[in-house]
């Protein structure tokens, strides 16, 4: 079933749910267990295990307020320049980096700009914005926000994980002249909570697994829904290729692709060799975005320890990809992203969770820029078709998204100029 095109609303209209469910068509022995059997055993309903995000909540963040962005397996963010769409994947981006460890200042660089214009200081001059999300799986919807002084320091003033009405952890700022909030989280045990003083530079929800036990029923329901928002939010790569940097041969090195997709051809060299099955469905996509015949994407390396990409035209004609236009190796880019994986991209992950268990989003701003009618359609065909099977899930922003409107598996959410998004 379709995925509605929605327009992003303030969170109240979002409090009974809110959150989009991934729809999946993954074997069951991948990732999801059956939620629901018939009377001959064939499973009717499936149940998706893996922790994702479903909504995205900026509740004052630079020029947006209220708002909260429905997240489904592919959601494009669609607006005209100046709503807010690359500040919201700015927003979702300081989220994963909190949830990787990161401390604020990596988070949040420029924090001035994420307080919204027209907030005023208090009676100590403190100014902040909120911002927060909800991560779906199998301990159901889990929702943080997080409140985030900018001035006259940076540090988090207060967070709060939720589960199923219960509020698993919450941190405030009692003392402004220490650097720590102070933390309580469910215990249910012979004391309902614990509380402890945490540092006021980095994510409470993140730390908890070093600092929970895990002897009670509710520090295990602390525990799984922290991992299930950490996990959730880990495996992020902002993509956002560079046709300049990519029509030179690159040095070889690590094969793992950066944001800008500088080096697509060292990636090629490794990914061309290691899975024939990929490389072939990436071959076959650019038929359908490139000009001209295309027999095979090959990677050649050269003399001096660099490599170079060539589309080979079947016919003993190669062409570098200095030749191609913007327009065709941005979506090169966009779609080897989208067929490969967390091993091959430069992404932080959960080594400790399985592959299974795990999903990428690609973050993506201008994800249309530079592609015609026919290469912006095949590329979304295959992030829906991606998003399926549950391993990637993508976030882009676009101008205009009446193209994207009425796709399968796909969740157009658009944005206005009116402040509150």
């Known amino acids: 079933m379709a995925l509605p095109s929605v327009s992003a609303e303030p969170p109240a209209a979002a409090a009974s749910g809110g959150s989009v469910p991934a729809q999946s068509r993954e074997p069951l022995d991948a990732r999801i267990v059956p939620a629901r059997s018939g009377a001959s055993g064939d499973v009717l309903d499936v149940l998706d295990v893996r922790p994702r995000i479903t909504e995205l909540r900026l509740s004052a963040f630079a020029g947006h307020r209220r708002a909260a962005f429905p997240l489904g397996p592919v959601t494009v963010l669609a607006g005209p320049s100046g709503t807010g769409k690359t500040t919201a994947l700015m927003a979702y981006e300081a989220l994963a980096r909190l949830a990787a460890g990161a401390p604020l200042p990596e988070a949040f660089p420029d924090p001035l700009a994420c307080v919204p214009q027209r907030a005023r200081p208090d009676a100590g ?4 914005f909120r911002i927060g999300c909800t991560a779906d799986g199998v301990e159901g919807p889990v929702r943080l926000d997080v409140a985030v002084q900018a001035e006259p320091c940076l540090r988090i003033a207060g967070e709060r994980l939720t589960a199923g009405g219960v509020v698993l952890l919450e941190t405030a700022l009692r003392d402004p002249s220490r650097r720590a909030v102070q933390a309580a989280w469910h215990t249910a045990g012979s004391a309902p909570v614990t509380r402890a003083p945490l540092p006021d530079d980095r994510l409470g929800t993140a730390l908890l697994p070093l600092r929970v036990a895990g002897k009670t029923e509710g520090q295990r329901q602390v525990l799984a829904a922290a991992e299930q928002m950490v996990v959730a939010l880990r495996s992020v790569f ?13 040095p070889m090195g690590s094969g793992r692709l950066l944001p800008g997709c500088d080096n697509l051809a060292d990636v090629l060299w490794r990914t061309r060799a290691e899975c024939a099955r990929r490389h072939a469905l990436l071959v076959e996509a650019l038929r359908t975005g490139c000009a001209g015949p295309v027999a095979d994407l090959v990677a050649e390396p050269l003399g001096d320890g660099a490599v170079r990409a060539l589309l080979d035209r079947g016919d003993g ?18 779609t080897l992203v989208l067929l490969t994986g967390p091993g091959v991209l430069a992404v932080d992950t959960p080594g400790e969770v399985p592959d299974a268990l795990r999903s990428l989003t690609v973050l993506a701003d201008g994800l249309d820029r530079g592609l015609d009618p026919g290469q912006r359609s095949a590329l979304l065909w295959l992030a829906a078709r991606m998003g399926e099977r549950g391993h990637i899930r993508c976030l882009g922003a676009v101008s205009d998204g009446s193209w994207a409107t009425g796709v399968r598996g796909v969740t157009v959410v658009h944005l206005d100029r009116d402040g509150t998004s």
């Open 317 to 334: 004609l190669r062409t570098e990809l200095a030749r191609l236009g913007d327009g065709e190796l941005r979506y090169l880019a966009l």
């Open 125 to 128: 001059g403190r100014r902040g």
């Open 238 to 250: 902002p993509c956002d290729p560079r046709p300049a940097s990519m029509r030179t041969p690159v």
